[in-house]
């Protein structure tokens, strides 16, 4: 089993900069994919970055290309999520998700969709104020 810790979030005016992190823990070795998925109230769920974590490949949403990066430190088992030039829009509940390819019956085929995941955290809120 994995458990995933999120922290980092909190409030900052627009063009301001956070750092989000996911302390890793448990069965870590199994983890091959993690992402970051944001979510804010009243829309869907939306699939912001993620990373082959052997290779360390990364793919990123069109929304955040250039202002976010995601990056891990595999000694601490933390993913990271740097926000830069942060917007209102990017308002929302930010999740860090892992995939143990162990418990999928394919390969993965969209990383940013959430249904190719099987760790969640809890969240960590990110506002975002004009």
């Known amino acids: 089993q994995v458990h995933l810790v999120e922290s980092g979030g909190g409030s900052v005016q627009a063009g301001g900069s956070l750092r989000l992190s996911c302390a890793a823990s448990g069965d870590t070795d199994s983890i091959k994919y993690m992402a970051w998925f944001r979510q804010d109230s009243g829309k869907e769920r939306e699939g912001v970055a993620a990373i082959f974590t052997v290779a360390t490949t990364t793919v990123y949403a069109d929304f955040v290309r250039g202002r976010f990066t995601i990056s891990q430190d595999k000694a601490t088992n933390t993913l990271y999520l740097h926000m830069n030039n942060l917007k209102p829009e990017d308002t929302a509940m930010y999740y860090c998700?892992?995939?143990?390819?162990?418990?999928?019956?394919?390969?993965?085929?969209?990383?940013?969709?959430?249904?190719?995941?099987?760790?969640w955290g809890q969240g960590t809120q990110v506002t975002v104020s004009s």
């Open positions: 998700a892992a995939r143990r390819p162990a418990l999928f019956t394919r390969p993965l085929e969209r990383p940013l969709d959430g249904r190719e995941y099987n760790d």
